[in-house]
């Protein structure tokens, strides 16, 4: 099956830096990467997704990168603010069957 | 309303205590899901419902029961648990089968 792996499993960051979260997966079939957030006291929420026929998607502050060939997909956050701490997973499936997550990156952005 | 409703949001029960967690979806989705976080691990997934019909078990303990009456409703019933059953239990549901999820805020259950 599908292993994602999730880097780093936290990060602080100075409110307005840009903020840098990497996964990597195993199965070549996957060709859908969501990307969710999660707030204290809340479920995962989807903010940002990317298909495997494109390499980038921008909305706002945030964008989301896939390289096919390495087989790993980046979650970018610019001009940080505190109300982007939170908990962000990312994932990857292929077609219907399941999401494999992975294993969250608590981000911190300091005032 | 929120789009998929928890309840309860706490839960505290003892290793011979019976509970049932409860879902409900008001977005018209088919299928519903029932997820495993703890501390630091990737999303668990548990058990998946289609059209009400149970399509997965991921090998869970019969410790936890679920119950799908319809395609709105989804039950996790609680029965003998263990300390290491004491999880954020989250759930989901998507139009069909695959499809983007939305999660519930989750029910968060400590096992003493």
């Known amino acids: 099956g599908e292993n994602v792996e999730q880097h780093p499993s936290t990060l602080s960051v100075q409110e307005g830096d840009s903020a840098v979260i990497k996964c990597t997966y195993s199965?070549?079939?996957?060709?859908?990467f969501p990307w969710y957030k999660q707030e204290l006291g809340k479920g995962p929420q989807l903010i940002i997704d990317?298909?495997?026929?494109?390499g980038e998607k921008k909305d706002q502050r945030i964008a989301v990168t896939l390289n096919k060939t390495a087989k790993h997909f980046s979650l970018h956050i610019t001009e940080t603010q505190p109300e982007d701490s939170a908990v962000y997973f990312c994932a990857a499936k292929h077609n219907f069957n399941k999401f494999y997550f992975g294993s969250g990156t608590k981000l911190n952005v300091k005032p | 309303e929120t789009g998929v409703t928890q309840t309860p949001r706490h839960l505290v029960m003892g290793m011979t205590n019976k509970k049932s967690l409860k879902c409900e979806q008001h977005l018209g989705h088919n299928a519903m899901y029932w997820y495993k976080q703890s501390a630091k691990k990737p999303l668990e997934l548990m058990f998946v419902?289609?059209?009400?019909?149970?399509?997965e078990n991921n090998s869970v303990p019969s410790r936890f029961s679920p119950e799908c009456p319809n395609s709105s409703h989804l039950f996790l019933h609680l029965h003998t648990l263990q300390p290491e059953d004491s999880a954020l239990y989250l759930c989901?549901?998507?139009?069909?089968?695959?499809?983007?999820?939305?999660f519930g805020e989750g029910s968060r259950l400590t096992v003493l």
């Open positions: 419902y289609n059209f009400k019909e149970q399509t």
């Open positions: 990317i298909r495997s026929n494109v």
């Open positions: 989901a549901s998507s139009q069909e089968i695959g499809g983007e999820l939305f």
């Open positions: 199965d070549s079939a996957s060709n859908y």
